[in-house]
């Protein structure tokens, strides 16, 4: 359970983050999500300003947290992008978006909110993708994104270095590296791509977006007390078989 513990969720309107977001504050957590869109509280979930692309944004944003609710105990770095272009078509503004977004923006978060998370003992998890690890598969109907694959490389290596540089401060950091799952950009592809990516997975079929959810605030908590720098696939298998 995640009682008393201040989170921070990026990323958190809708998807993956919305359903990380809501799994803590189930388990008793006072849960802010930083949004670029809204501030405030909607249906009792509160919202601050978050441009996670901009450093004052940033900057702003940890202030204002610690302000308002004391040093946070957890950081979920969740907020990503992604493009439907390949390597050849991939415009240089579309490249600088996708890697400030899914790479920068994790860094400078672990950096602005390390001294409350050192106070805290506190934890980092960050939204990887499988992808991160292997290629998917080549279709036209949806080529692979190489600046969202790139990204996410780099943002597993970030959480292995991070681990091992902060945890002389106290601060635990890994990941999640989500398969498929039942998410809104699921629903957008073609039927034959979708059946492709959920196929790729031994156990057949999208996630829940609660089970990678759960994977989150196992990650979060006291249960895992001696694991950092891991990288943890929730994934229905499609890792151990690609």
């Known amino acids: 359970m995640q009682e008393a513990k201040v989170v921070v969720v990026t990323g958190a309107g809708s998807g993956l983050g919305a359903a990380i977001a809501d799994t803590f504050a189930g388990q008793g957590a006072t849960v802010v999500r930083g949004d670029i869109r809204y501030e405030g509280e909607r249906d009792s979930r509160l ?8 450093s004052t944004s940033w900057e702003d944003f940890a202030s204002s947290v610690e302000r308002r609710f004391g040093a ?3 950081l979920v770095n969740n907020a990503g992008v992604s493009s439907r272009t390949d390597l050849l078509r991939t415009s240089d503004e579309k490249w600088d978006q996708i890697i400030r977004t899914n790479l920068w923006a994790p860094w400078k978060g672990i950096k602005v909110f390390s001294p409350q998370l050192q106070q805290t003992n506190g934890t980092v998890i960050n939204v990887g993708s ?28 970030l959480t292995k270095v991070a681990a091992v540089e902060l945890a002389t401060m106290g601060i635990r950091v890994n ?4 398969g498929v799952f039942r998410t809104p950009l699921l629903e957008d592809l073609p039927d034959s791509e979708a059946r492709l990516r959920i196929a790729g997975a031994p156990m057949n079929r999208a996630g829940q977006v609660q089970e990678l959810a759960a994977a989150v605030a196992f990650l979060a908590s006291n ?7 891991a990288l943890l696939p929730v994934d229905g298998g499609y890792l ?3």
Do not use: C, N, W
Request: charged share 15%; hydrophobic share 45%; glycine share 8%.
């Open 47 to 54: 919202f601050l300003e978050l441009d996670v692309a901009d």
């Open 72 to 74: 946070i105990s957890v």
């Open 130 to 157: 499988i992808y991160g690890e292997t290629v998917p598969p080549m279709t036209g109907e949806l080529p692979a994104s190489v600046a969202y694959q790139v990204s996410k490389a780099g943002l597993h290596r």
């Open 175 to 178: 990941a999640v590296m989500p």
């Open 223 to 229: 249960e895992s007390s001696f694991v950092t720098g």
């Open 240 to 242: 151990a078989a690609s």
